[in-house]
């Protein structure tokens, strides 16, 4: 499984650190996914991703759906996350980058 961060919006409210579009590729095959508006949460020094439900007849409604759990998958965007900032480095305000963790 290959995960590719495809963009980032910081948007801190609460527990929610912004939202993510990703993609997950499955090689050698040519299948992949394509995960768009995912919350980042976090609360004390955990993190975790929620998929955004939709509201029909009045109740929460899930917009995605699929037979192997999502777990193994948020686990490799949070890493794939935390590799695209260099560890121990300082940035100006210029240089930041757009992924805080």
Known sequence: ????????????????????????????????EIFRNI???????????SVPSAWRDEKPFPTYERNSPLKPIFEEVLTAMKNMVPKNSVNTPEEESAFPF
């Open 1 to 32: 499984m290959q995960v590719e961060i495809l963009k980032y919006i910081e948007d801190e409210k609460g527990y929610r650190k912004g939202f993510i579009d990703f993609k997950v590729s499955y090689p050698p095959s040519e299948k992949w």
């Open 39 to 49: 919350t980042i949460l976090e609360k004390e020094g955990k993190k975790w991703l």
